[in-house]
Each structure stands twice: as C-alpha cells, then as structure tokens.
C-alpha cells in the first residue's frame, strides 16, 4: 500500500483496527525509493527503474 505521509497516522490507526499487521517499508524521495532494514540500506532504485521492472515483470506474468 502506498500512502503520503499526511495519511500515515491515519492507515495505520485503520490497520491496527482491523487486527492487520502494517509497518513502513520505505519511503519515495524526490526520483527514487530507498529500503532500510535495521537502519541499514538494503535497496535504493530510481522511479525509472523501479516502472522498467514492474512493467516486465507484468508483460511476463501475463504472457505466461
């Protein structure tokens, strides 16, 4: 799930609601989307590149 930040507090009030585990996996910053995991850099990608993986990834799975 993808959600600004003004809408943060707000989802994550809604997941708790619903007994449904929720967590900041990371978080999009100007061009690309950055991955910590214990306060490391696990991944860092470009919106460029981040919209070339998913749009093959999605040609692949539907042609089968």
């Not at 989802?11 to 100007?30: H, S, T």
């Not at 061009?31 to 040609?59: D, F, T």
């Amino acid at each position: 799930v993808t959600v600004s930040p003004s809408h943060l507090e707000e989802l994550m009030a809604l997941a708790k609601r619903q007994d449904c585990p929720a967590f900041v996996l990371g978080e999009v910053k100007g061009k690309g989307l950055s991955l910590e995991i214990g306060g490391r850099r696990r991944c860092s990608l470009s919106v460029e590149e981040m919209a070339r993986v998913w749009s093959e990834g999605l040609r692949r799975w539907v042609s089968g």
